[in-house]
Protein backbone atom coordinates (compact mmCIF):
# COMPACT_ATOMS: atom_id res chain seq x y z
CA UNK A 1 0.00 0.00 0.00
CA UNK A 2 1.98 2.99 -0.86
CA UNK A 3 1.85 4.77 -3.93
CA UNK A 4 0.00 7.79 -2.52
CA UNK A 5 4.02 9.47 -2.30
CA UNK A 6 5.08 11.99 -0.62
CA UNK A 7 3.39 15.75 -0.45
CA UNK A 8 2.52 19.09 -2.50
CA UNK A 9 1.95 18.69 -5.75
CA UNK A 10 3.39 15.29 -6.08
CA UNK A 11 0.53 14.28 -4.59
CA UNK A 12 -1.95 15.57 -7.33
CA UNK A 13 0.54 14.05 -10.27
CA UNK A 14 0.46 10.59 -7.94
CA UNK A 15 -3.35 10.10 -7.11
CA UNK A 16 -3.50 10.47 -10.97
CA UNK A 17 -0.77 7.79 -11.81
CA UNK A 18 -2.92 5.25 -8.94
CA UNK A 19 -6.27 5.77 -10.73
CA UNK A 20 -7.59 7.77 -13.57
CA UNK A 21 -11.09 6.02 -13.98
CA UNK A 22 -14.40 7.15 -12.28
CA UNK A 23 -14.59 7.13 -8.23
CA UNK A 24 -14.67 3.66 -7.16
CA UNK A 25 -17.86 2.96 -5.20
CA UNK A 26 -17.00 0.22 -3.62
CA UNK A 27 -15.10 -0.23 -0.09
CA UNK A 28 -11.39 -0.31 -0.04
CA UNK A 29 -8.56 -1.60 2.66
CA UNK A 30 -4.75 0.44 2.18
CA UNK A 31 -2.51 -1.84 3.50
CA UNK A 32 1.09 0.16 4.76
CA UNK A 33 4.20 -1.11 6.42
CA UNK A 34 4.30 0.38 10.80
CA UNK A 35 7.70 1.58 9.99
CA UNK A 36 7.54 2.73 5.85
CA UNK A 37 9.22 5.86 5.94
CA UNK A 38 8.39 6.29 2.23
CA UNK A 39 4.59 6.77 2.64
CA UNK A 40 3.27 9.62 4.54
CA UNK A 41 -0.20 9.83 6.27
CA UNK A 42 -1.53 12.70 3.50
CA UNK A 43 -0.42 10.18 1.01
CA UNK A 44 -2.54 7.33 2.70
CA UNK A 45 -5.06 10.01 3.03
CA UNK A 46 -4.95 10.19 -1.63
CA UNK A 47 -6.22 6.60 -1.65
CA UNK A 48 -9.15 7.21 0.32
CA UNK A 49 -9.93 9.97 -1.99
CA UNK A 50 -10.95 7.39 -4.95
CA UNK A 51 -13.77 5.88 -3.44
CA UNK A 52 -16.79 6.79 -1.80
CA UNK A 53 -17.56 3.79 -0.09
CA UNK A 54 -16.12 2.86 3.01
CA UNK A 55 -12.20 2.99 3.28
CA UNK A 56 -10.26 1.17 6.07
CA UNK A 57 -6.46 1.64 6.94
CA UNK A 58 -4.57 -1.82 7.87
CA UNK A 59 -0.65 -1.50 9.24
CA UNK A 60 1.43 -4.75 8.09
CA UNK A 61 4.86 -5.32 10.50
CA UNK A 62 7.83 -4.03 8.58
CA UNK A 63 8.58 -1.05 6.66
CA UNK A 64 7.53 0.13 2.64
CA UNK A 65 9.07 -3.40 1.43
CA UNK A 66 7.02 -5.66 4.60
CA UNK A 67 5.84 -8.16 1.79
CA UNK A 68 8.98 -9.39 1.81
CA UNK A 69 8.67 -11.09 4.90
CA UNK A 70 6.68 -14.29 5.10
CA UNK A 71 5.09 -13.02 8.83
CA UNK A 72 3.53 -9.92 6.51
CA UNK A 73 2.51 -11.88 3.74
CA UNK A 74 0.65 -14.05 6.30
CA UNK A 75 -1.04 -11.21 7.80
CA UNK A 76 -1.73 -9.51 4.67
CA UNK A 77 -3.49 -12.86 3.06
CA UNK A 78 -5.32 -13.38 6.58
CA UNK A 79 -6.64 -9.79 6.47
CA UNK A 80 -7.79 -10.08 3.50
CA UNK A 81 -9.95 -13.10 3.81
CA UNK A 82 -10.99 -11.79 6.92
CA UNK A 83 -12.20 -8.73 4.78
CA UNK A 84 -13.55 -10.36 1.56
CA UNK A 85 -15.90 -12.57 3.90
CA UNK A 86 -17.02 -9.35 6.31
CA UNK A 87 -18.15 -8.42 2.68
CA UNK A 88 -19.55 -11.37 0.85
CA UNK A 89 -21.52 -11.81 3.99
CA UNK A 90 -23.10 -8.59 4.21
CA UNK A 91 -23.47 -7.58 0.32
CA UNK A 92 -24.70 -11.23 -0.60
CA UNK A 93 -28.42 -10.11 -1.64
CA UNK A 94 -26.56 -7.84 -3.98
CA UNK A 95 -23.75 -10.52 -5.34
CA UNK A 96 -26.62 -12.84 -5.81
CA UNK A 97 -28.51 -10.22 -8.12
CA UNK A 98 -25.21 -9.01 -9.46
CA UNK A 99 -24.70 -12.72 -10.95
CA UNK A 100 -24.99 -13.01 -14.63
CA UNK A 101 -26.23 -16.40 -14.00
CA UNK A 102 -29.67 -15.27 -12.28
CA UNK A 103 -32.36 -15.97 -13.86
CA UNK A 104 -34.09 -12.22 -11.61
CA UNK A 105 -31.20 -10.32 -13.49
CA UNK A 106 -31.64 -12.01 -16.85
CA UNK A 107 -35.38 -11.25 -17.08
CA UNK A 108 -34.41 -7.55 -15.63
CA UNK A 109 -31.75 -7.10 -18.55
CA UNK A 110 -34.15 -8.38 -21.44
Same mark, same amino acid.
Request: proline share 5%; glycine share 14%.
Given at each position: ??????????????????????? #?????????? /?? @????? $??? !????????????? #?????????? /?? @????? $??? !??????????????????????????????????
Amino acid at each position: GSGAGGGGGEEARDKEAMWDGPT #LLCPMTIYVG /LQ @DEHTS $EKG !LQGWQQLSIGPCQ #LQRLPGDHFC /LE @DNKSR $EHL !LRSIGHTLVGHLSRHSNWITMAHPGNPARRDRDN
